[in-house]
């Protein structure tokens, strides 16, 4: 396989198997996501639209590049979100501050998922953690692969 080919691969197989294992941990082992957690989701949502391109449409090199800057923007948005988890800073949305306006009346209210707490980890790497480490290599790798012409 060429590198185009790795490229197309890594562009498709990485945001499949990182929402397939997001899906598992929440409906498999209730690991509800948070408003942060959601937002990693949605560029690995693009990028496997981007990846499929890239095996159908021309440039196949562009399309695989874009889903590369995608799979990357996920990992960026991991890195921010497990500094959140971990206390390095502070986030940016009502999901890490003390609950004080919860519903407890409303029992069809969706569960309050905070975001500076992390719900599991390996090794002291929160979800959000893994997601920054793989979804930056892969993404990096991505587009490496892309812009390699021998």
Not at 36 to 52: K, S, T
Not at 86 to 99: D, E, K, V
């Amino acid at each position: 396989m060429d590198a185009l080919g790795k490229a197309r691969a890594l562009a498709v197989l990485v945001p499949a198997a990182l929402l397939g294992g997001a899906y598992v941990a929440q409906y498999g082992f209730g690991l509800y996501p948070c408003e942060m957690c959601w937002w990693q989701r949605y560029p690995h949502f693009a990028a496997l639209g981007l990846g499929l391109a890239a095996f159908r449409l021309q440039p196949a090199r562009v399309w695989a590049a874009l889903a590369g800057l995608a799979i990357l923007t996920s990992g960026v948005i991991g890195g921010f979100h497990a500094g959140v988890e971990y206390g390095w800073w502070q986030g940016i949305t009502a999901c890490t501050t003390l609950p004080g306006q919860i519903d407890v009346m409303n029992p069809s209210a969706a569960p309050l998922v905070r975001c500076d707490v992390a719900p599991w980890s390996l090794w002291g790497i929160s979800l959000a953690g893994f997601n920054f480490l793989i979804s930056t290599a892969a993404g990096a790798a991505v587009l490496a692969l892309a812009a390699y012409k021998r």
